[in-house]
């Protein structure tokens, strides 16, 4: 029976890591390591005791929901009843995806489960396949994004600038390994007094034309607003300053797509 049970939660184990690997990456929702193992095993645990205890109370769904929602506050730790919320159906829509993609492929090609090997083939043939699955369930997702919801306010030493999120700008800093901020080169003037307090950086910019240097400065502390209310605050950015690049009067500032998902929680705000 030892034996039996070892097995039934190592499968478990497997299939909610996978679940959780995709929960993260789809999500972009920070999670440590130690918390992400403690609620798989959790959850994996759980799932044992339902498959081997028959007609047991822990089989009742009120039951299942509140296990799934213990597994994703010890993992993820969302700070808000909604966030919540949204992390358990995320939950519950990777699982059935997950699980449907393991069906399907055993059922198509006649794979025999009762052979450990067979089945952790099975097992990451069907996490690479809900890998891309997902890849492509989230360019759709923001190919649909509403130009009025990529609309933030950043306050950059005390100066509040409306900001746009450019899905299609990946501009990153590999040496510091940090977003760039582009801004519009008119509020440079406001910021003296923090430029100088700044570190300084060369950034090399490669478009599909050409490739630039150009200088930027290492802000800290950036709070993020939308709709007047506090999203977030960005420990650390580099600030680019650039001319003629803001004709729309909308906006003063383009952020990251990185920093949309990373800090801003895209996904999570959608």
């Known amino acids: 029976m030892k034996i039996y049970l070892d097995f039934i939660f190592f ?4 299939v909610n890591a996978v679940l959780s690997m995709q929960i993260k990456y789809f999500t972009k929702q920070k999670s440590k390591k130690i918390s992400m193992i403690i609620g798989i095993v959790f959850i994996s645990f759980y799932t044992t005791l339902v498959h081997t205890l028959k007609y047991n109370f822990l089989d009742n769904i009120v039951i299942k929901i509140i296990s799934i929602i213990i597994y994703v506050y010890i993992t993820f730790k969302p700070k808000t009843f909604i966030k919540l919320v949204k992390l358990v159906i995320y939950y519950l829509f990777f699982m059935f995806a997950y699980i449907g993609s ?5 059922l198509l090609f006649k794979i ?3 052979s450990i090997l067979n089945r952790i083939i099975v097992y990451v043939i069907s996490a690479f396949a809900i890998y891309i699955f997902t890849k492509y369930l989230w360019k759709m997702w923001k190919s649909n994004i509403k130009n009025n919801d990529l609309m933030y306010i950043v306050c950059i030493g005390g100066k509040k600038i409306t900001s746009f999120v450019d899905t299609g700008n990946s501009v990153k800093d590999i040496l510091n390994n940090l977003d760039v901020l582009f801004v519009d080169s008119k509020y440079k003037k406001d910021l003296v007094y923090y430029l100088n307090k700044s570190n300084k950086v ?4 490669n478009t599909i034309s050409n490739s630039t240097v150009q200088e930027g400065y290492i802000f ?3 709070c993020v ?3 007047n209310k506090y999203i977030n605050c960005i420990k650390k950015i580099i600030v680019c300053f650039v001319e003629n690049n803001f004709d729309n009067k909308e906006y003063g500032a383009l952020l990251g797509y990185n920093t949309y998902i990373e800090n801003l929680k895209g996904v999570m705000y959608c």
């Open 11 to 14: 499968e478990n184990f497997i």
């Open 102 to 106: 393991i069906i399907s492929i055993t």
């Open 112 to 114: 025999d489960l009762q």
């Open 202 to 205: 060369n950034l090399n910019i």
């Open 220 to 222: 800290r502390n950036i």
């Open 225 to 227: 607003y939308k709709n």
